[in-house]
């Protein structure tokens, strides 16, 4: 039997894939799925078991994290990407790290083909099907949802005709969890006037008095949560996340243009990447001069659309990775944010490297470094080349 490596979450559409795979395309399956953070021990477990239940030859995890996170959400936070000034792109950049992953096991176990569950609305089988064509030009993609049109009915009945009688009762709302945030998807979502309600989102709000944070960042990077330092920034992500979490901050509704060219609409809730993205631009803003926040800001939009649409193996990628991280260097200190209930609100930040340092004037206050004769001579100078086009233009 030829090997056929499945990409698999133990989700309805890959468990269809699973048994369509070895049992009408008598194929060999090895199920590999993808942790980038966002799994417990226990749901890899359950999934694990699942997986053998539906007849699978193998079952293998790759714990991709810290690659995701050196490789990806470190420049979404230098860059301060957020899609649309909405959405800091949570399932979207996992994706195409979770299809890297699987074109490298598909390669190192020698098989023909690759599988994945994306139906064909979506822009997820743009961004699999583009990584295996890149890494894997050679091997067959195979797609059965989006192949066979399935309905989540047919997919049901299937397992059951062939003895599989595993609960999937169909959710009103279809949620995927990562490090970087969680998408929540149902009716609501499908139209453009109705918001999510309450009951949709994953976590509930348990917290109700306000409570202070502080982010400690060396060099762009997190270095410390409360004054707990840690030595892997996704671990004090995962640390932010469930202090700030139980507040329900993050959630939002981000509407944007898909890969496929139509408009789509998904609610999410990120509550330690909305803080950090925030806390990281406040710093940035006190420590970076103009014309670094304006080119970053310029790059920024790129950036997140590249990424958005699966082009992360495209060397501009990296050409505005490398500014990203020169930018850094002064972005040093800590930012302080308040937390309630739904919201937050950014206090302030302390930094040696801050350029709004008093020894230097106070602005609408006072200045130390020029005087009156030099504004009035800067002002005459600024403003000459325009005063040259108004006494031009403007005769009457």
Known sequence: MEKVVLAYSGGLDTSFCAVYLSKIKQLEVHAVMVNLGGFSAEEIQKTEERAYQLGVK???VIDDAEN????CIKYLIFGNVLKNNTYPLSVSSERVFQATAIADY??????KSIAHGSTGAGNDQVRFDSIFQILLPEVEIITPIRDLKLSRNEEIDFLKENGFEINFEK????????LWGTSVGGKETLTSNISLPETAFPTQISKSEPE??????EKGEIKAVNGQE???????IQFIQEIAQPFAIGRDTHVGDTIIGIKGRVSFEAAAPLIILKA??????????????FIKDQLSLSYGNYLHDG???????????????SSQKTVNGIVKILLKPYHFSLIGVESENDLMSSKFGSYGEMNKTWTEADVKGFSKIYSNALSIYHQVNNKN
């Open 230 to 236: 840690f030595s892997k920034p996704i671990e004090a």
């Open 212 to 217: 202070e944070l502080s982010i400690t960042f």
């Open 171 to 178: 959710s009103q709302y279809s949620i995927n969890k990562g």
């Open 68 to 71: 995701y996170y050196q490789k």
């Open 58 to 60: 193998s079952f293998h």
């Open 280 to 293: 990281h631009h406040l710093l940035e803003k006190h420590t970076l001069t103009k014309s670094q926040l």
């Open 106 to 111: 598909a390669k190192k176990i020698g098989a």
């Open 311 to 325: 082009l992360v193996l495209d060397p501009v990628m990296q050409d505005m990775e490398a500014l990203f991280e």
